[in-house]
């Protein structure tokens, strides 16, 4: 049957934006995967010193921003337990948000993504409200609802320090006419804690449960696990090789029943990170050319579409947007 080209039921998830094309988190880098097919933005949520909530990838900032060009800042340089990691940098809760507006985006992988480095110094760190002014003005420019899809990063880390991610994220998706069964743009509420999810249900919007491939996420990947998971989540978010693993060679494999199993419990699929580039394409699937150069991606796309997954989350949104365009057509 065919589905809805207005709001598709297959969904192309902007991550961090037009990432692969912009540097991520970025104003420019969310308008840009709206323009060429996204149909949400991916947000990652992380706490400014005054409870302010910006889009960066991780709390350490040194690595996606020029803070380390700042010499007022240097003496904000530290190391800090992540999640039971070091990490040593700069991190978002030691600034202001008026702090953090005086830095700019630089790309975290330049030596993949030579052309986004380009970029670098363009763009501030949006706040979670620029997302949303520029998701509704989106939605108007082109016609069609373009919806966000936020994480909360390390919650529980965020807690530890008194800086709650839920609160304010409730409070401007209310603010914002975003709560409810019928929010004014599409929403999904995402976080790799279930604790911050069932936090998030009195908004009473989709709440996905991301999911990685360490041991500890295995009892979780059966049918009691789902089933256990579709009490507090509508969909899950697991790493693209719980769906379809690589094998010995490295080249894609055979689709597991991770994706049959989700939907019996109720749960939708929509597995990460689709990117372009050779570096992170099977084996099979790579070109000739350098690490940063683009391979057979839409067989990529292709199989796990045919392995019934609802959306993807996507560097490169225009690459899944054709991927999806000639799916639906042979559908």
């Known amino acids: 049957m065919r589905r809805n080209k207005q709001e598709p039921e297959l969904k192309i998830i902007s991550h961090r934006g037009a990432s692969g094309h912009r540097p991520e988190h970025t104003l420019g880098s969310y308008e840009l995967g709206a323009r060429v097919g996204g149909d949400f933005m991916e947000v990652d949520l992380v706490a400014t010193a005054d409870g302010a909530l910006v889009a ?4 350490e900032i040194g690595g996606t921003t020029d803070v380390a060009d700042h010499p007022e800042f240097a003496d904000r340089r530290t190391t800090r337990t992540v999640d039971g990691r070091d990490h040593t940098g700069w991190f978002a809760h030691d600034f202001t948000l008026d702090e953090l507006k005086t830095l700019r985006a630089t790309e975290r992988i330049p030596d993949v993504r030579p052309a986004n480095a380009a970029h670098d110094g363009v763009y501030e760190i949006p706040t979670l409200q620029e997302i949303i002014d520029l998701a509704r003005r989106m939605s108007a420019e082109l ?9 909360t990063k390390h919650p529980a880390y965020h ?3 008194g800086l709650d991610l839920e609160p304010p994220l409730l409070a401007a998706l209310l603010d914002n006419g975003l709560a409810g069964p019928e929010p004014e743009l599409p929403v999904f509420l995402q976080s790799f804690e279930g604790e911050s999810l069932r936090k998030l249900a009195d908004v009473r919007l989709p709440r996905v449960l991301l999911m990685g ?9 059966t049918p009691e696990g789902l089933a256990g998971v579709a009490e507090y989540a509508e969909a899950i978010g697991p790493n693209k090789d719980l769906v379809i693993p690589r094998d010995e060679n490295g080249e894609l494999g055979e689709a597991t029943a991770l994706v049959a199993d989700a939907h019996e419990a109720g749960l939708l699929v929509h597995p990460w990170t689709f990117r372009s580039e050779n570096r992170f394409l099977p084996a099979d699937l790579r070109s000739g050319g350098g690490a940063g150069d683009f391979g057979g991606f839409a067989a990529e796309y292709g199989a796990f579409f045919e392995a019934g997954v609802d959306g993807v989350f996507t560097d490169h949104s225009r690459h899944a947007f054709l991927a999806r365009e000639i799916y639906l057509e042979g559908e």
């Open 159 to 161: 807690s530890g320090l």
């Open 213 to 221: 491939t360490e041991e500890h996420w295995r009892p979780l990947l």
């Open 143 to 151: 016609g069609r609802r373009i919806g966000i899809y936020p994480e």
């Open 56 to 59: 960066r990838h991780e709390p």
